[in-house]
Each structure stands twice: as C-alpha cells, then as structure tokens.
C-alpha cells in the first residue's frame, strides 16, 4: 500500500482490540508513515514558498541595485541608513564639528575653520586682524563666565578667609 494514498479505515474498538501484536504494530508504523509523509509534505510546501518570497525580494532589491546579502549583514539602524545614503548617492550625514573661531564682534558668529570663510573672517582679516585672535580654545571658553573682581582689601580678605590677613587672624586666636 502506497503512503500518498489516502488511507481510510474505520476501526471501531472491538476490532482493535482483535488485532494481535504483529497487526498492532504494522498499522502503529502505517500512522508514523503517514505522518511522516504528511509532514515532509508541509515542509516542502513552506519552502518552496521561502524561496519564492527570497526570490522576489532579491528581484526587487536588484531592480534598486540592493545587495541582500550585504542589506542582511547591517545590524544596526546607522549601519541600514549609511547603506541607504550611499546607495542613492549621498555621502552619509556628517558629525557636526565644534567651531574654531568666533566673531569678536558678534560671539553668535562662529566658523569650524572649513570649507570658505564667512563674510566677518574675510571682513576681519581685510581689516588687518590675525585669525588667532578669533581662536576659541578652552581658556577663553572659560573667560566667559564674567570674573570676580579681584578682593585686594586686607580687612575683607580676613573676612572672607583669604590672604595674609586671614593668616595672621587665624595664627592670633
């Protein structure tokens, strides 16, 4: 008896309770055949529907000029976005650089030292000035918070606790 035939039994109890051991055991064996080919049946069906749709994502990634196995390989969304912006011929988004110079007229005007001068470098160098006056290094970052005046009063300095005075104050008690 074929396994791709359709095997239709009615078995009520009583005849299954007829059947000796060797009987028992071929029929046990005939369900696991069945079984068996119904599930490979099921399996070959899935994947013949896995190739078709990898087929035809790899046709509509080619007609793009996608590489699937490279697109597969990204990870992480920078990654697929990178891919993205060089594939439609973009150069990938570029990290923003600190500027280097500031406007001594205007410190909202500033330039990364790249690419063309604004106006206010050509203007300022024009008028005679030295682009390292423009510099922003972390020294003059810290100038802008305004600086405390300078405390020179000896009564004061002991007040606060700083200076000679202080010293002397301290050392006399």
């Not at 000035?129 to 005046?149: F, V």
């Amino acid at each position: 008896m074929s396994t791709k035939k359709t095997l239709a039994i009615e078995i009520e109890s009583d005849t299954i309770k007829r059947l000796n051991d060797a009987q028992m055991a071929d029929l046990q064996n005939k369900i696991e055949a069945l079984r068996i080919e119904r599930i490979s049946d099921h399996i070959r069906s899935l994947r013949k529907q896995y190739v078709e749709t990898i087929t035809e994502i790899q046709k509509q990634l080619e007609t793009y000029g996608l590489d699937m196995h490279r697109l597969v390989a990204l990870t992480t969304d920078e990654q697929i976005k990178e891919y993205v912006m060089e594939f439609i011929g973009r150069p990938p988004p570029v990290k923003r650089i600190p500027p280097k110079y500031r406007n001594p007229d205007n410190p909202e005007q500033t330039w990364t030292g790249r690419g063309n001068a604004p106006h206010w470098v050509k203007e300022f160098l024009a008028a005679g000035g030295d682009l390292d006056d423009c510099l922003i290094d972390k020294r003059q970052a810290i100038k802008r918070t305004p600086a405390r005046k300078p405390i020179t009063s000896p009564a004061k300095q002991a007040k606060i606790g700083r200076g000679k005075a202080a010293a002397k104050h301290a050392r006399s008690k």
